[in-house]
């Protein structure tokens, strides 16, 4: 027998009298570790005086040099996921959980070192693409699995572990501090051992994840569900092979659905706190702006679960119109929320806007699925995941670089984000057209039933 | 040919399995919670 094999796709199929139950926490298992990525940014300050510990010397990392950490971990999260989608498709969730968490475990202790020898190259391998890679891996591997275990809820039982992802920086962020105040000395900051305790935590974490996850056997049906006798227009019954999904339509249209979802949402997203402060000035502090940050966080991670969930009911179509529609009425808002000086508005408009922005990730796999099957959704998938690095670049550039502008024309802070406000309204427009030309997948991309069938039973 | 597990699931396992990523994910939304109620103060 060989020494992985309990990793094989085989090896994990369930037995009878397993609960689909059991397959949600081993997807957070994985999705609430790497979520950890979005409070990166909480080892930032500390990293730029690992020198001086109580100030910046001479030698010690700018912060535009640390930024390239989270950069290029965000980078090869959707590079890895659309080169390896298929790698996880065909060899199963388990070894897919187990590579992320070998990478995402190890490129923390890969830090760790970075950080021990004070060589920025070093975090750059480890957290950056190691890390990356592993973000990728454990992001798409379990959303097949469970759109496969709930065929009657995939949108809900995919937000389930897109939310985790939302909810692991909220974990993230006090853990790290907290390790950092216990490991700190006065000749350190304690920055390279919450490394390695989180990578040993988080790889431990993930592995019992890879150990709880079964994929269905073939056939197998909840108690009680069959497929419904006619689908849903735009809902197909058969697969795409995951590289024939990128000569149809209908992935570029998604491409572009999710890009503009996410690029309108990860703008704001990065700058709500200086915008409330410069939106609201003398009404919101920077102590209440962090805590409006805070409760964006949580808007996120719940709208990832609720929007997937009300997609089951309303259809995903129809879910994406909504976030398209109610966008583009609270975009425009906003800057009428700052004219009236009322906070309780603006937070709102915002917290709506992020539900929606965590909406769009967790619903998006089962609208991959209603087009194109459950064979490769995972795969296809992770190559939609590039829709999010694209607007990972465009959302803050464009926040940045307009407010930028603005202010150099003269316009007082508090009216700077305005004009962005309305340009990002402008490309939920375009994504409800992109929205709207979404029609079912031609036949001739689907695979024949007899090599679908063949696939299946090789694997 | 695939190689089944033979047992089942026990409530005890569900139990478990949620609690493992429930109380970590509880314990986040609630200090986060905490820091969100700094903007009503």
């Given at each position: 027998m060989r020494p992985l094999s309990f990793l094989d796709r085989e090896r994990t199929v369930a037995g009878p009298g397993f609960s689909r139950w059991m397959v949600p926490p081993a997807a957070l298992c994985i999705h609430l570790c790497i979520g950890q990525v979005y409070a990166f940014s909480v080892f930032n300050l500390p990293m730029t005086r690992?020198?001086?510990?109580t100030a910046a010397a001479p030698g010690d990392w700018r912060l535009t040099e640390l930024g390239w950490i989270f950069t290029l971990a965000i980078f090869f999260l959707g590079v890895s996921a659309a080169v390896l989608g298929r790698w996880v498709e065909e060899g199963g969730p388990r070894r897919a959980m187990f590579a992320a968490a070998l990478c995402f475990g190890g490129g923390f202790l890969v830090a760790a070192a970075g950080v021990r020898l004070h060589d920025i190259w070093i975090i750059y391998l480890g957290y950056g693409v190691l890390g990356g890679i592993g973000l990728g891996l454990g992001y798409i591997s379990p959303v097949s699995t469970l759109i496969k275990w709930f065929p009657d809820r995939p949108g809900m039982a995919t937000g389930m572990a897109i939310m985790g992802f939302g909810g692991g920086a909220l974990i993230a962020s006090p853990l790290s501090v907290w390790l950092m105040a216990r490991f700190s000395t006065p000749a350190h900051l304690g920055v390279a051992a919450t490394f390695i305790v989180l990578g040993a935590g988080y790889f431990v974490f993930m592995m019992v994840g890879a150990a709880i996850v079964r994929i269905p056997a073939p056939g197998w049906r909840p108690a009680g569900w069959s497929p419904p006798a006619r689908q849903p227009r735009l809902v197909t019954g058969a697969n795409v092979y995951v590289y024939r999904a990128l000569k149809t339509p209908q992935f570029w249209l998604i491409w572009w659905v999710l890009c503009l979802n996410v690029t309108a949402g990860i703008g704001v997203l990065g700058q709500a706190s200086a915008m409330s402060q410069e939106m609201f000035p003398g009404k919101v502090s920077a102590v209440a702006a962090a805590g409006f940050v805070g409760l964006m966080s949580l808007f996120n991670m719940a709208g990832r679960f609720l929007w997937a969930s009300a997609s089951d009911l309303i259809g995903r179509k129809n879910t994406y119109f909504c976030f398209f529609i109610l966008g583009i009425v609270l975009y425009a808002l906003v800057p009428t929320t700052g004219r009236l000086g009322s906070v309780g508005l603006f937070v709102l408009c915002f917290v709506i806007i992020i539900s929606m922005y965590g909406g769009g990730f967790s619903t998006v796999p089962a609208y991959l699925k209603d087009m194109f099957g459950t064979r490769y959704v995972g795969a296809i998938h992770g190559m939609l995941i590039t829709a999010w690095s694209a607007a990972g670049v465009f959302g803050p550039v464009l926040v940045n670089y307009l407010r930028a502008y603005e202010i150099a024309r003269g316009v007082p802070k508090a009216d700077a984000y305005n004009l962005t406000m309305y340009l990002m309204a402008g490309l939920l427009v375009v994504g409800f057209f992109c929205n709207l030309l979404i029609g079912a997948v031609h036949e001739r991309h689907h695979m024949p039933a007899v090599q679908d069938d063949a696939t299946l039973l090789v694997q | 040919m695939s190689t089944r597990i033979p047992s089942g699931t026990r409530t005890l396992h569900l139990i478990l399995a949620w609690s493992f990523v429930g109380i970590p994910l509880l314990w986040g939304v609630l200090q986060t919670l905490r820091n969100a109620m700094k903007l009503f103060h």
């Open positions: 690992l020198i001086g510990i | -």
